[in-house]
T-cell receptor, first 111, second 111 residues
Framework: NAGVTQTPKFQVLKTGQSMTLQCAQD?????MSWYRQDPGMGLRLIHY???????DQGEVPNGYNVSRSTTEDFPLRLLSAAPSQTSVYFC??????????FGSGTRLTVV | GQQVMQIPQYQHVQEGEDFTTYCNSSTTLSNIQWYKQRPGGHPVFLIQ?????EVKKQKRLTFQFGEAKKNSSLHITATQTTDVGTYFC???????????FGKGTSLLVTP
């Protein structure tokens, strides 16, 4: 099992550009989530999904879209990148009622 | 919305000293989870507590869930340099809802 795979690992965007952060898991987990981590702010939930076709907003959803067409994939779309979206992004998955497995993260810089 | 508060934000101890971090929620939680993140790494799941008043141990780590299911603690006995990292608590209001993280406690252990 590869676990949770995030791509790319690093990305630099210009303000206004759009991009998709990829997340895939091969553990057949129902739950998947996207978090961003900024210094002193901990992990803040962007969007989450409790199953294919079901998504919901977290604490900081503005500027991001998600979809969950399959159990395995949960991409995060930045619609129009802003410097405030410079962060480390983590994707995580879990079976219902259990702990999350995190990906290794994507370091995004918006200039 | 649900908030999970964690204290202290930082803790610096000498190797061999004990360490405790506390987690408090504004609402009753269905469960509490604890994660550890090494510098430059991703969060790794440690344990989940579900029952009111539950206590679990993992070697030198002791985890407690409060009777009201609103607070939790992680205690490390006789810290080692390998304990360095940031410890996060996270809680679900109920299954199917978001997993919200505290801001974490960064532990530094000097030999």
């Amino acid at each position: 099992n590869a676990g949770v795979t995030q791509t790319p690992k690093f990305q630099v965007l210009k303000t206004g550009q759009s991009m998709t952060l990829q997340c895939a898991q091969d553990m057949n987990h129902e739950y998947m989530s996207w978090y961003r981590q900024d210094p002193g702010m901990g992990l803040r939930l962007i969007h989450y999904s409790v199953g294919a076709g079901i998504t919901d907003q977290g604490e900081v959803p503005n500027g991001y879209n998600v979809s969950r067409s399959t159990t395995e994939d949960f991409p995060l779309r930045l619609l129009s990148a802003a410097p405030s979206q410079t962060s480390v992004y983590f994707c995580a998955s879990s079976p219902q009622g259990e702990g999350y497995t995190f990906g290794s993260g994507t370091r995004l810089t918006v200039v | 919305g649900q908030q999970v508060m964690q204290i202290p934000q930082y803790q610096h101890v000498q190797e061999g000293e004990d360490f405790t971090t506390y987690c408090n929620s504004s609402t009753t939680l269905s469960n509490i989870q604890w994660y550890k993140q090494r510098p430059g790494g991703h969060p790794v799941f440690l344990i989940q507590l579900v029952k009111s008043g539950e206590v679990k141990k993992q070697k030198r780590l002791t985890f407690q869930f409060g009777e009201a299911k609103k607070n939790s603690s992680l205690h490390i006995t006789a810290t080692q340099t390998t304990d360095v990292g940031t410890y996060f608590c996270a809680g679900h209001r109920s299954l199917g809802y978001a997993l919200n993280f505290g801001k974490g406690t960064s532990l530094l252990v000097t030999p």
